[in-house]
């Protein structure tokens, strides 16, 4: 009996010490008094800006966030955090451009992994080559794209599947899929990972791989972070092309547009010459200018014919394509170019074309946002959507979504995005979830909003969501936000009882990536 009291009261004890202290001492005392303790900030600057992502929606305020020096940093503080009698939440944070609050860690630890980057050898980006992969980086979880990017160029190599923006972290996409254009015909980015090493939720460094450890790396490629802290993946990369051939097309007939839009991703081989590089696709409305944030393609003396088929169509649907080349094939891309047009359904008139060098093309986000950034408008709210859809119900989407609520609204504002990828592309035994069809679509709703007014973009969102449920529709979420367990369990599907079995056996105290609000 004596034994039970001592235990409520010690208990009681620590319970009215977490209420009553300030945030910092929510923490075990002895985490201060580590070897790496000098890299911990527990200062209000440190704390507000991990309490914030590109979203600006949520906010939670960490208790401390550790700025390593190296991965034994992070091993040993999820290690502490696991060995601790009431273990804390930890979450490794990249470039925290989730937008619901994904790489927050609320009265926990946030790992700010960029700050790894100051530390690592060369580059954080080595190339190697061996018999069996060819080509292939070694590169730190912390490392921006564009940093492998710029490297790996510096060898005439570069990685094959891409985002569209490039200021994102290894980690922090391979957490989710890593999509673009290039998806269709290369897989999105966790389909390229051959290795990687992985600190989990116990504090062990883990190198896993298909073949070694192969739970483990299924898990982590698209596993929102819930199984260990990546810290290098080792990536598929191959000769880089100089430049692209870069068009867009125009379409009002939106069954036309999918139409091209699948025939042309139909052709995918990897190894494939007439394969197109890069198959996207967007809307345009009156809401916005042709040109925005996402990329500035239209020549200026374009835009005010293109702005008056927008107001007699309500919706202009504009395909997007990339063909990469170089020296040796300039010619033949022109040829090639000109009989994939023949076979497409564009409004005559309406393909313009660019050509721009390799990382131009590849890097064609950065300006939009430099410019945001000088106008102080990178920082407003983002309430987006990103969603996957079955080809068999795009159609009735077009008309119950994009024809009926997007066009009345008229509130829009931001990039909308939309196009197809091949299911035979991505790996069925990653996290990550897809519709069951052969050729699904993204569809993305970029908004931005002013501060007080993000609520009528999320309503809106969450109308579409309702639309889709009653016509029957299923959406499986990108950058999944949930609040119930049940709504987790549906997303995931069969993969739930995976999912939630690897949670046991890699992060048992349920302590990595808190912000997913999955586990805790
Ligand atoms: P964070 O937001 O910092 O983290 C995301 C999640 O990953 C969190 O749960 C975090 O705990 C976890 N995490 C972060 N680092 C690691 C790590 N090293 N190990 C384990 N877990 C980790 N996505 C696309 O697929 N395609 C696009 O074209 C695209 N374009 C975008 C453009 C913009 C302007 C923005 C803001 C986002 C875009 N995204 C795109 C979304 C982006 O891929 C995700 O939000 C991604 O998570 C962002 O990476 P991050 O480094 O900011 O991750």
Redesign the pocket.
Known sequence: NYAVQAYFTVILLYITRLMSTGKSKLLPPKLLTLDFSERIRTDTSAIESASR??GNIVHESPVAVLYPSSVQDIVSLIKFAYNCSVPFTV?????????FG??MAPKGVIID?MHLRNHREKTGVIVSKNPSLGFYADVG??QLWIDVLKATMEHGLAPVSW???LY?????????????GQSFRYG??ISNVYEMD?VTGTGELVTCSAHRNSDLFYA?LGG??QF????RARIAIEPAPKKVKWVRMLYSDFSAFTKDQERLISINGRKQSNALDYVEGSLLMNQGPPNNWRSSFFPSSDIPRIMSLVTQHGIIYCLEVAKYYDDTTQHSVAKELQQMYEGLSFIAGFKLEKDVSYVEFLDR?RSG?LKLQSQGLWDVP?PWLNIFLPKSRISDFNSGVFQDIVLKRNITTGPVLIYPMNRNKWDDRTSAVIPDEEVFYTVGF?HSSGFDDWQRHDDQNKDLLKFCEKAGIKVTK??PNYKTKEEWINHFGSKWTTFQENKYLFDPKMM??P??RIFN
Request: charged share 10%; hydrophobic share 35%.
């Open positions: 992502d590109y979450s490794a944070r990249g470039r925290s451009h989730s937008v994904q790489a992994m979880g912390e985002t569209d923006y994102l972290t290894v980690g922090g996409t391979l957490s989710n899929a890593g999509i673009s999105p980015q992985v982590v929102l972070g260990g802290v990546i810290t986000v946002e983002h970029l990108y950058f990595l990536s912000g997913q």
